[in-house]
């Protein structure tokens, strides 16, 4: 064990400071959104909440959790997110797996490489895209919320980048010993295929679960929006209920205001990611990575 020189000693000093820095500055948005959904309105409306609540109170989320449209956004939102995550992945993986083969085994690759990648750069509008979900029936249906946006190229690049460092050798064994596509994808590419499932499963996951806009635009029923759709019009429609309560509903919403139900919202809404990215950072971390380096 050798002594550290002042260089390096000074070196971890600074590296730590700064890393503590960048960490605070994800973390600190946070606990000053929980923090003011957790005030009183007063004192959110005076700007008075830093990074400690001011007159704490459990009242926007008494607001949110006491009403049943919320538990029933919140299903369908898991609903999707399980639904979408699922043909997201399929489509991600039969893809990709193709596409990732020489154009001495799959002759016509590159004109599907640009076919896709036209799509990741020119889109139809969003005119264009209602129609065709129009006509095609899946409006104020859970797959209007997943068919449309069903295969993500972006994602597909990425899986197909990670196939092609799998070893050729490995796809010639398993034909010498009778295996096909489907056996090779599922039983060789996908088992060592983790990290890059997980990395683009929480792309996925993320994206399902924080998307609102589409709900609006193709449900017409508000007890089929998911909770990003519901939490989105619940603000909306706040300030219009706030003329026809009665005088006990009035006061059981005084510590309400537009501001705390927002942060509650945004803190409720982040919530489910945030719990579930630290088991799968350590794979979305590598998954990016793999792949990058060439020998």
């Not at 989320?61 to 919320?70: I, Q």
């Not at 029936?137 to 946006?149: E, Q, R």
């Given at each position: 064990m050798h002594k550290p020189t002042i260089s390096r000693r000074i070196f971890v000093i600074f590296n730590t400071v700064l890393l503590t820095a960048i960490t605070l500055l994800g973390i600190i948005p946070f606990i000053h959104l929980l923090s003011?959904?957790?005030?009183?309105?007063?004192?959110?409306?005076?700007?008075?909440?830093?990074?400690?609540?001011?007159?704490?109170?459990?009242?926007?989320?008494?607001?949110?959790?006491?009403?049943?449209?919320?538990?029933?956004?919140?299903?369908?939102?898991?609903?999707?997110?399980?639904?979408?995550?699922?043909?997201?992945?399929?489509?991600?993986?039969?893809?990709?797996?193709?596409?990732?083969?020489?154009?001495?085994?799959?002759?016509?690759?590159?004109?599907?490489?640009?076919?896709?990648?036209?799509?990741?750069?020119?889109?139809?509008?969003?005119?264009?895209?209602?129609?065709?979900?129009?006509?095609?029936?899946?409006?104020?249906?859970?797959?209007?919320?997943?068919?449309?946006?069903?295969?993500?190229?972006?994602?597909?690049?990425?899986?197909?980048?990670?196939?092609?460092?799998?070893?050729?050798?490995?796809?010639e064994a398993a034909t010498i010993d009778g295996a096909g596509h489907w056996r090779i994808l599922w039983r060789i590419y996908l088992p060592v295929s983790l990290p890059s499932i997980a990395t683009i499963g929480l792309f996925t996951i993320v994206g399902h679960w924080n998307s609102w806009f589409d709900g609006i635009l193709y449900l017409n029923s508000p007890e089929k929006y998911p909770l990003q759709t519901y939490l989105s019009t619940l603000i909306m429609s706040i300030n219009s209920q706030m003329t026809s309560v009665s005088i006990e509903q009035i006061k059981a919403m005084e510590n309400l205001s537009e501001k705390t139900l927002q942060t509650a919202q945004i803190f409720m809404g982040a919530l489910p990611i945030m719990v579930v990215y630290p088991f799968l950072q350590k794979y979305f971390v590598k998954g990016m990575t793999v792949g990058s380096v060439k020998e």
């Open positions: 003011v959904s957790l005030s009183s309105n007063t004192a959110a409306m005076a700007g008075e909440v830093k990074l400690w609540p001011v007159g704490f109170n459990f009242d926007a989320y008494r607001y949110l959790g006491e009403k049943v449209e919320f538990f029933r956004s919140l299903g369908v939102s898991v609903e999707r997110v399980v639904l979408g995550t699922a043909v997201n992945m399929f489509l991600c993986f039969v893809t990709a797996y193709p596409l990732s083969k020489a154009v001495d085994q799959f002759k016509y690759r590159t004109v599907y490489v640009w076919f896709f990648a036209i799509t990741m750069f020119f889109g139809g509008g969003l005119i264009p895209t209602y129609i065709i979900v129009k006509n095609t029936g899946l409006i104020d249906s859970i797959w209007a919320l997943i068919l449309p946006g069903a295969l993500n190229v972006w994602n597909m690049v990425l899986m197909l980048n990670f196939f092609r460092t799998i070893p050729r050798e490995l796809d």
